[in-house]
């Protein structure tokens, strides 16, 4: 053996070997927090998907061990801590099916109590009141479709029934007295009506009698009867307001400039201590009593965005692009923020995270289209994928998405445009894309498209929900864009969506969408079921069974449509899900085989 040879083999000897990049089962593995419940002491309850889908679970104090309080193969959608912080009530559905019931657990541990147990109708929880003794609640059992809001007395579980104006409604807060409720009816996704019930009397009081739409939300109600909340009447913006629980829309006074939305409001128990969080261009920022809070750029998630009961601390989600979701304490006296919890990024080395650049691109009327880009690093013209939200009345923010991570970390970029329609930039973006305009946003992804043509190689584009149509609108009008198309309930013929829909939610997405009667020629137009024969990308269309939004026959019809057609689909069907994927096992299933299907249509 020469000299050379012995020196290059004694190197390989001693060069560790490159380990291979994590699966994305591994990504998948990442967990996250959310949903945070202060408890006594520096106690707090929150939702975690260790075991693969969010269960309760405490700590005593700040990173110390959590504990586990449930045990379920079902998901719990949310959890509140009474006053006292002894008692967790929480909601939980079955497959998916968002017929959620309500439930009593001890903070401690032990069996939960069911206190609703109609697996036919709906239960929203909304309050505690003041002395923990009685909960308020909305639910749609009396017809399947109304919300009606119950007050329920847990010692004795009687049930008063002090609400029931039809539609969709959530109760908002008690008094500080415990003897009148807010309740909020939503008249569309971005209207919604106040109204004041006062218990003792059931009188109703209207508070907010408006013409045109209007956002009342996040209702605190504060000390010397004023009421605390996000509003965007006459204005661009949802603004800090308050107005007289007594006196309602006429005494309304703005507390800050039309610049911005609020994210989440919160009141500690002194009535008069504020926490704030705004959105800025997807991005959070967060002032605590008037006292700015330094977070680094990431999202201040709404669920879970309370003070403790002593009014020291402020308990609440936050989650980065590089970052995954994890319980903050921010506490008062010393302005210390801490990490509650710690989701584990299941050997991920978080290094090789990425985050986005925050851009704006030019659509056909010369409208800029802001978007979150992830480049993958050293990769020239990329294979990429455009990610668009659901909603539409929504956003898509600077939150950790594993899946993203893990397709940047595979050389592929992506882009999330937030299409005109979004929320977050405007009271006029939020409604350019309404009923008659709902081509304006398909637009917007062609545009998408034309711009990342510049930087990448094949274009895929992937939605989910409302991002699941746009998907199908986009390889449907834009059959030459397009190299792929991923639609994961979405909607495929807003006729027969608009007629099978949950019947408690019809009458918002007829607000939005437009009217299946009156509207229908318009409706046949832009709904690409009608027009299967125009598109050309091979398709990947992902649906859940159970799911109560957009029925499974959405995406039925559209496969079979497709298939009559030999055009290339294929078909993941999960009995056990609703709208969108929420079991780990069947994410990694879905994902893998969508990682499978760009890879082979993409690269």
Known sequence: MSRSTLILLLVLLCTPARADSPSLERYLNIRSCQGGAPLAGQGTAFLTNVTGVNQIWTVNAPASWATQLTFETDRVARVKASPDGKWLLFERDQGGDEHNQLYLLPATGGVPVALTAN??????????????????????????????AIVMDLASRTKKVVYNQGGSAQVACFSPDGKSLIVSKALSNVDFDLYRVDLADGKLTHLTPHQDPVFFGDVQWGADNTLYLACDLKREFAGLARMDASQGISSLEFLEPDRQDVDALALAPDGKTLAVAHNREGYSSLTVGGQSVTLSPGVVDGGGFQFSSDGQRLIFTFTSPIEPANIHSYELASGKLTNVTRSTLAGVDPSGFVSPTLIKYPSFD???????????????????????????EAQTRAHFSALTQYFVSRGYAILAPNVRGSTGYGRTYTHLDDVRLRMDSVKDLEYANRWLSERAGKIAVMGGSYGGYMTL????????????????????????????????????????YGDPVMDAEFLREVSPFFHVEKIKA??????????????????DQMVASLKARNLPVEYLLYKDEGHGLAKLSNRIDAYTKVVEFLDKHLK
């Open 366 to 392: 010369g409208k800029e289209i802001p978007a979150f880009y992830y480049q993958p690093p050293g990769v020239s013209r990329p294979p990429a994928v455009i990610s668009v939200h659901g909603g539409p």
């Open 538 to 555: 091979p398709m990947l269309i992902i649906q859940g069974a159970n799911d109560p939004r957009v029925p499974q026959s959405e995406s």
């Open 473 to 512: 609108a986009a390889v449907t009008y834009q059959p030459d864009r397009w190299a792929a198309g991923v639609d994961i309930v979405g909607i495929s013929n807003f006729i027969s969506f608009l007629n099978n829909t949950g019947s408690y939610r019809r009458a918002l997405r007829i607000a939005e």
């Open 119 to 148: 697996r036919m109708a709906i239960h929203t929880f909304g309050d505690f009141s003041p002395d923990g003794k009685s909960i308020a609640y909305v639910t749609t059992e009396r017809n399947g479709t109304d919300f009606d």
